[in-house]
């Protein structure tokens, strides 16, 4: 098994030295003599030296932050921001420290032993009964925004109710809440199973690993986090033993040997140790690659809520399906730092997934992404007949499920890092038209409107940006 650390695993590092930068607008600066530039907040200036805190925000990682002090011997300038603005940056940063620190608890929480009791500052779940199961403890938390249930065990629960807490903030802070929502009530099964048979309810056979429902506002999700967990501390267990009976043969045979090893059984015994540990390491990112992909799917699901429930009306303003997964899609990977969420570079996973599709003239054309029908978007289980279902085009439908998902979120991309149309009044004023347009004409030139191109032009354009774009979100020059 391989994986990736988690996000909030690479959101607490902070670095020791961070390097000179292109400070951005809303920073203090401390330009040096021999030219560097750094951004971030004066702490103290004295006449011998200022002391400050450095900021570095890169595209596609954590804001990473470290506390240098600079000689004015050293110094040429500091350029101050305004105290409405530096007021605003304390506050920020202030948020970020508390924000790394309840994540970091958590981790520690989540790795430690069992019996600690969990105490995390504004998160504390309530002990409820599993409606599945009244003889099983499960996890229920209040938000604004939310109504959290789950029979995840107590570490994994609240670290499902911080990243619903940030998510919703995050999300709100960019597109800010236009209708009287209701909180959305959110259940997480800890196995799949129990999942699947109440999804089966009211979509049989879906594959989805979640499922937001807008007319009853519910957001069903589930997780084999469990069951992986369980695996992986058992495969612990399994090599500790192994270690610890190795370590006693060593001992028998050195003291066989006269107190000697023989290089040959040395050189076993190093191999079975490396190859233990790099077994346990290959188990312990597997289990945060899950705790990483459950989050991004709660945070996808999030979205979908947040913007049908708070924002856009889905009977007289509703977003076009398209656009509402090409939505949740862009910023299911964002980073979450102090309420707002960065997602300004593109999945490596889907942009290469889009040039596959255009390198094997299987992207969809615009007007077809435009007009897509939403139940491109779902995937059923077949396997119960062993005959997926084909649809005229000829495709299968998880063929056209992908096709669906990738060109809606590069189109989304496109618009709101490319374009810079998504959020803002002209974005509004498109989906006013769109919930006025009859029939596909009117739904394309709502969209030229919105866009200001006709559509050839802009689907030259877009394909364009995705040859250009590059793993940070910037775009290669002109060759």
């Not at 702490?43 to 400050?52: C, Y």
């Not at 921001?81 to 989540?110: G, I, M």
């Not at 023989?262 to 990112?285: C, S, V, W, Y």
């Amino acid at each position: 098994m391989t994986g990736r650390f988690s996000p909030f695993v690479l959101l607490i590092l902070l670095s020791p030295n961070l390097s000179a930068q292109n400070p951005t607008p809303d920073l203090d600066q401390v330009e040096l003599t021999n030219g560097r530039v750094f951004g971030g907040l004066v702490l103290e200036e004295t006449p011998s030296q200022v002391r400050f805190r450095v900021v570095s925000r890169k595209s596609g990682r954590p804001t990473l932050t470290s506390t240098e002090t600079f000689s004015r011997t050293d110094i040429r300038s500091v350029k101050r921001l305004t105290d409405p603005a530096r007021d605003s940056l304390v506050r920020k940063l202030s948020d970020l420290d508390r924000q790394r620190e309840l994540f970091l608890a958590n981790l520690r929480q989540l790795d430690g032993p069992a019996d600690k009791k969990l105490v995390i500052d504004g998160i504390r779940p309530t002990a409820v009964a599993w409606e599945d199961d009244p003889n099983q403890t499960a996890w229920a938390f209040d938000s604004q925004f939310f109504i959290l249930t789950t029979n995840l065990r107590e570490p994994l629960a609240v670290l499902v109710t911080l990243q619903l807490e940030e998510i919703f903030r995050a999300i709100s802070n960019l597109i800010p809440p236009k209708l009287p929502g209701r909180p959305t009530r959110i259940r997480i099964w800890a196995d799949q199973a129990g999942y699947l048979r109440a999804v089966a309810r009211d979509q049989p056979n879906l594959e989805h690993p979640a499922f937001y429902d807008p007319l009853t506002n519910r957001i069903l999700a589930g997780t084999d986090l469990a069951r992986i967990e369980s695996e992986a501390a058992a495969l612990r267990i399994h090599h500790a033993k192994q270690l610890g009976i190795l370590t006693q043969r060593e001992l028998e045979i050195q003291k066989a040997m006269g107190g000697r090893i023989p290089q040959e059984f040395a050189d076993i015994a190093t191999r079975a140790r490396r190859e233990l540990r790099d077994a346990d390491q290959k188990n312990i990112q597997a289990v945060r690659q899950s705790r990483t992909r459950l989050l991004q799917i709660l945070n996808h699901e999030a979205i979908h809520a947040y913007l049908g429930n708070w924002v856009y009306d889905r009977q007289h303003r509703p977003l076009p399906r398209w656009l509402n997964e090409g939505m949740a899609q862009v910023f299911e990977t964002g980073l979450i730092e102090a309420g707002e969420i960065r997602a300004d570079w593109p999945d490596p996973a889907r942009l290469s997934g889009v040039r596959q599709l255009i390198r094997d003239g299987r992207f969809p054309p615009l007007r077809k992404i435009l007009a897509d029908s939403p139940d491109h978007f779902l995937v059923r289980n077949a396997s119960t007949n062993n005959n997926p279902e084909i649809d005229p085009s000829g495709q299968t439908e998880r063929e056209a499920s992908r096709e669906a998902y990738l060109a809606s979120w590069i189109l989304a991309y496109h618009l709101t890092f490319g374009l810079k149309k998504i959020p803002g009044p002209e974005f509004d004023q498109y989906l006013e038209s769109l919930a006025k347009a009859k029939g596909k004409a009117e739904n394309v030139a709502a969209f030229e409107a919105w866009t200001k191109m006709e559509m050839d032009k802009f689907e030259k354009g877009m394909m364009d940006f995705i040859g250009k774009l590059r793993p940070d979100g910037s775009l290669a020059p002109n060759k």
